[in-house]
């Protein structure tokens, strides 16, 4: 029987059009692939837990594959290291259920927004926020990001033209939690959800800048979401701020907050 394997990665996805595979760009994807087929010798289908878009990043990723490799766990990162950018790194792999799959046994992902709330960006930081000025009220932010929290029709957070719309697939998702922290120049925007529609985390976060800036009134977020219209919402938030940071399983858990 083959090895079935799961990975925990981080990436920076400033230089990828997200993860999927795509015809004439570069993806997380793609650039995995090659590094497998390197160390294995054949060129393995993966699966990811999310299909993070362009410009958006992981601090924490599972991607699982089949393997007739017999290269033991503890050395396969380091394998595969050598043969990614330095923008792509593998920190773990373990052996899972022939029945595991990276994106479907996920019970639950968080994704952190950063936002750099300062007159200027830092060359530190410059491509994993979104800089905002003036400075946001920090309260009014986590009355509304509490508002967000629990069982709801998530429709009006939702990207106009997805897929689900035109599907008719349901638009009701369950966060577990979302906090608003302030940290030096940056805000911290940490979400934790049962699943994502598609740009939803960035929406809330365009919409928590607007009530942050004093545009939009933390009370009207129950108006916002009975109204299952995007344009009652805020803006869709930049990409390049966006991190998908903890996937939860239920065997384990990979966290990245920690490379923060």
């Not at 608003?180 to 925007?189: I, K």
Request: charge should be neutral; charged fraction near 20%; glycine fraction near 6%.
């Amino acid at each position: 029987m083959r090895r079935h394997l799961a990975l925990s990665l981080a990436y920076l996805g400033t230089g990828y059009h997200g993860f999927q595979v795509q015809e004439n760009a570069l993806t997380v994807t793609q650039v995995l692939q090659d590094a497998i087929c390197a160390v294995v010798g054949v060129r393995e289908e993966i699966k990811g837990c999310s299909r993070t878009d362009a410009g958006v990043h992981a601090l924490a990723y599972c991607v699982s594959f089949f393997t007739d490799s017999r290269i033991p766990c503890e050395k396969l990162p380091l394998a595969l290291n050598a043969h990614l950018p330095p923008d792509l790194r593998v920190f773990d792999a373990r052996e899972v259920p022939q029945e595991f799959h990276a994106r479907y046994s996920c019970t639950a992902k968080a994704y952190l927004y950063r936002i750099r709330n300062a007159p200027a960006d830092s060359p530190f930081t410059r491509e994993v926020c979104w800089r905002v000025w003036p400075r946001l009220a920090l309260e009014p932010m986590q009355q509304a990001a509490s508002r967000l929290c629990g069982r709801h029709d998530f429709a009006s957070f939702m990207a106009a033209g997805s897929s689900i719309a035109a599907q008719g697939g349901s638009t009701v998702r369950t966060v577990h939690s979302f906090t608003v922290c302030r940290q030096g120049a940056e805000l911290r925007l940490l979400v934790e959800a049962d699943g994502y529609l598609y740009h939803m985390v960035r929406i809330m976060a365009g919409t928590l800048v607007e009530v942050g800036a004093g545009r939009m009134d933390p009370l009207q977020i129950p108006d916002i979401l009975a109204a299952r219209d995007r344009a009652a919402a805020g803006p869709t938030a930049p990409a390049k701020g966006l991190a998908l940071a903890r996937v939860r399983y239920d065997e384990f858990t990979i966290d990245g907050e920690e490379i923060l």
